[in-house]
């Protein structure tokens, strides 16, 4: 089994690379987070490595740091989630906030993840609670948000704007505008937030 691979970055795409190690071109699947962190192509990656292997298939997911593949593997123990589904989870939420929806039966947040259905989540919440390490910061990092903010959030996603940058942005607009300056529209909020994501 491949469970780390160090190695020169050839190719990167959203949900794929190929690392070289050994004269070795291994197809590595991994979520948008670990995209969004990885070095410049030609530069060395190093990479958690878990390897899923079927009948008709062997397939390699890649992780920066042990706690998302952890993550990843725990998700895999829900029944209805399989190695592809498990990244695009990753993929439409980070690590921290992710576990923290699932350990405060926040199953109206998960369902938000593209692809995640109402039982899926429950399932999730019902399955995993209680093996999640706990995070103190996980409900600090992820306020509730607004319809309007929730509203602004899904349209830079459908703009193209990864999840957690968006989300990120909001949280810097919001904050910015001062406890006596919140947005009175969503235009409003939506230009700020913009403004945020040039910077």
């Known amino acids: 089994m491949i469970a780390h691979l160090r190695g020169k970055l050839l190719v990167k795409h959203p949900n794929q690379i190929v690392v070289e190690t050994g004269g070795v071109g291994y197809e590595v699947n991994i979520a948008v987070p670990t995209f969004s962190e990885l070095p410049a192509a030609g530069s060395e990656v190093a990479l958690h490595i878990y390897t899923h292997v079927r ?5 390699l997911y890649g992780f920066l740091r042990p706690a998302e593949k952890q993550l990843f593997e725990k998700l895999m123990t829900v029944s209805g989630i399989g190695p592809k589904l498990a990244v695009t989870i990753l993929s439409g939420m ?16 998960l369902t938000k993840i593209p692809g995640i259905g109402r039982k899926t989540a429950e399932r999730m919440v019902l399955e995993l609670r209680d093996k999640l390490p706990a995070q103190a910061s996980a409900h600090e990092a992820a306020p509730a948000m607004t319809a309007m903010e929730d509203d602004v959030l899904s349209a830079l996603v459908n703009l193209g704007y990864q999840r957690t940058t968006a989300e990120k942005a909001l949280t810097s607009a919001v904050k910015s505008a001062g406890a006596g300056e919140t947005a009175r529209s969503f235009d409003e909020l939506f230009r700020r937030v913009l403004a945020a994501l040039s910077k």
């Open 94 to 109: 980070a690590a921290d906030d992710l576990s923290g929806a699932i350990r405060g039966n926040d199953v109206a947040r």
């Open 55 to 59: 009948e008709d298939i062997l397939a």
